[in-house]
Nanobody
């Protein structure tokens, strides 16, 4: 498995921005598609965005597209999530995950991702 460590979460006012980072180690990073998920209190963990192995293809939850941008730097073994115009409903723990099997041909789900980070809290105040 690949080891993942998220960073960049915090407290931000509505309308603000944050950039989450996820550093990977232990396996060849470019062999994995990467995803960001989030879990709000009392809710299930759900996909936010995903990016293909070479970064050429991306997937977004439809209502997040335009505010969030996923990207990766295979030379740095890191995936990013740029979050703009944050809203209180974006408050959640954000998780980075790696998939050896997911491709852009399908909607990414929890079961596609075998390695997970510990999560980073994002809190958006109104």
């Amino acid at each position: 498995q690949v080891q993942l460590v998220e960073s960049g979460g915090g407290l931000v006012q509505a309308g603000g921005s944050l950039r989450l980072s996820c550093a990977a180690s232990g396996r060849t990073f470019s062999n994995y598609a990467m995803g960001w998920f989030r879990q709000a209190p009392g809710k299930e963990r759900a996909i936010v965005a995903a990016v293909s192995r070479n970064g050429g293809s991306t997937y977004y939850r439809s209502f997040l597209k335009g505010r969030f941008t996923i990207s990766r730097d295979n030379a740095k073994n890191t995936v990013y999530l740029q979050m703009n115009d944050l809203k209180p409903e974006d408050t959640a723990v954000y998780y980075c995950a790696a998939s050896a099997t997911w491709s852009i041909a399908s909607t990414p789900g929890l079961a596609d991702f075998g390695s997970w980070g510990q999560g980073t809290q994002v809190t958006v105040s109104s």
